[in-house]
């Protein structure tokens, strides 16, 4: 009699660790349905790859590269078939002045920084090197400052835009300052420092940071597409001529300025941290419902993989472990055949192969 309590206290540990840990009533751990999406992404990848080497289009890098950043990221390497191709197809669009981009694009510096991107994961032998000091050098060119005769104080300066300098947004910025980091740029880089310039000008947060006509129209500590000329935000304007926050340019400002080096006590850093938490959500992207969902989860990723947090607590008190919580969505809105695909067809997501690999960068992120 007295080994029973012993023998009770045994299996309740024994059931709990199972329960934690396993599939006990069928349900699969975290790890599991990660390892099964990821899978399944990745075979549709391998399997919607053109002869050629591209995705999507023999025109559109971009694309390509978005989809070869995801399956590296999801661990395949420079030995295996897919990527070899797909390497052979970015080398191609290298470019006399050091871009890498179609030779007619109008989007140079996302398909430069993309294919950056790349060429960094694959350089362990130094065989890319070459490739990426010249695309460094090119996106430097790109990047709105003193070269275009504006004074810092200009609401372009530090930003970066489509090309043939077309007015800078925070999309584009982000994925520059992305580049550069990967490429070894350090936090006080001058390009990242100015960019930072144009990053605090795109939040809705009046600081000496930031002393631009919207900075306190909307105040909330979130961030907009651009305060470049004229200002826009794709979640629209308020009232009184503010515009808008919304998600993904929400998280691409907060991981942009980690990049650049503030601390988690930065104003700038609270201030969007706070609307975060506020608004945590990943059945839409929000502010911009269903539009830029995917571009909004692999965002999301990145940015809380770069704050180092492993759980959020909303201004409800409920806590989130976005690990698990993202992995679960992404497994739900998997099609059979292993893509994703966003009926919001805005920004190119009907593609499931640009939608899927922003969903393998986002579940890279994921491990525990």
């Known amino acids: 009699m007295c080994q029973l309590p012993k023998m009770l206290i045994a299996l309740s540990l024994t059931l709990i660790f199972l329960s934690e840990n396993s599939s006990i009533d069928g349900a699969e751990s975290h790890q599991e349905v990660l390892t099964k999406t990821i899978s399944q992404g990745v075979s549709f990848l391998k399997t919607s790859q053109a002869e050629d080497g591209s995705w999507t289009s023999p025109s559109a890098p971009g694309v390509s590269g978005l989809a070869l950043n995801g399956l590296l990221d999801a661990g395949l390497t420079v030995e295996d078939p897919t990527v070899k191709k797909a390497l052979e197809h970015l080398e191609s669009f290298v470019q006399k002045d050091g871009g890498i981009y179609f030779k007619d694009s109008t989007h140079r510096n996302y398909e430069t920084c993309i294919s950056m991107m790349v060429f960094t994961k694959v350089n362990k032998d130094g065989r890319y090197q070459t490739i990426i000091n010249n695309a460094e050098k090119f996106l430097r060119g790109l990047q709105w400052d003193e070269g275009e005769g504006i004074e810092s104080s200009d609401t372009s300066f530090g930003g970066a835009g489509y090309g043939s300098h077309k007015r800078p947004d925070l999309s584009n910025t982000q994925f520059l300052i992305e580049a550069l980091k990967a490429a070894g740029a350090k936090d006080d880089d001058p390009a990242i420092q100015k960019a930072l310039k144009f990053v605090s000008r795109t939040q809705n947060l009046e600081t000496e940071n930031n002393t631009t006509p919207f900075a306190s129209k909307v105040n909330d500590g979130g961030f907009y597409y651009t305060p470049a000329a004229g200002g826009e935000s794709k979640a629209g304007m308020t009232d009184n001529g503010g515009l808008r926050s919304y998600a993904s340019m929400t998280y691409a400002g907060l991981k942009s300025m980690v990049y650049a080096g503030l601390e988690k006590d930065d104003p700038r850093v609270k201030a969007a941290w706070e609307w975060i938490t506020k608004y945590y ?88």
Request: glycine fraction near 6%; aromatic fraction near 12%; hydrophobic fraction near 35%.
């Open 281 to 368: 959500n990943l059945d839409d992207n929000p502010g911009m419902g269903k539009q830029g969902l995917y571009y909004y989860y692999q965002t999301f990723a990145k940015t809380l993989e770069a704050m180092e947090v492993e759980t959020i607590e909303d201004t409800l008190g409920r806590k989130h472990d976005w690990k698990v919580e993202l992995t679960a969505k992404l497994s739900e809105l998997q099609k059979s055949n292993g893509s994703w695909i966003n009926e919001a067809d805005r920004w190119y997501e009907g593609d499931p192969n640009l939608v899927t690999a922003y969903a393998l960068m986002a579940l890279s992120r994921c491990e525990k």
